[in-house]
Nanobody, 119 residues
Framework: QVQLVESGGGLVQPGGSLRLSCVGSGSFNDINGMAWYRQAPGKQRELVASITRGGRRNEVDRVKGRFTISGDNTKNTIYLQMNNLRPEDTAVYYC?????????????WGQGTQVTVSS
């Protein structure tokens, strides 16, 4: 079993910054990577950024240059540094971890943390 706990969300003005954290616990030995997703009201959940256990990082185009994902394998923790936030970044941000076992991907999710960008 894998547990994920996010923190760091809140209310910020446009142009501001936030740093999200996600701490994982449990059976983490075979986790292949972790990621941040977000879901705005009335919209589907979407990938924001991901990082593999080997350190390969990816941020989607709409946040590239503003958001940076990083991780610490020793702490089973990932971070999302969000700069120059825009109102359209408002969403619940979810931490995800995935493991591939026998060619099947297993996804684990945190409870989410609210990010609101508003003046």
């Amino acid at each position: 079993q894998v547990q994920l706990v996010e923190s760091g969300g809140g209310l910020v003005q446009p142009g501001g910054s936030l740093r999200l954290s996600c701490v994982g616990s449990g059976s983490f030995n075979d986790i292949n990577g972790m990621a941040w997703y977000r879901q705005a009201p009335g919209k589907q959940r979407e990938l924001v950024a991901s990082i593999t256990r080997g350190g390969r990082r990816n941020e989607v185009d709409r946040v590239k240059g503003r958001f940076t994902i990083s991780g610490d394998n020793t702490k089973n923790t990932i971070y999302l540094q969000m700069n120059n936030l825009r109102p359209e970044d408002t969403a619940v941000y979810y931490c995800n971890a995935w493991a591939i076992r026998n060619s099947i991907t297993h996804d684990y999710w945190g409870q989410g943390t609210q990010v609101t960008v508003s003046s």
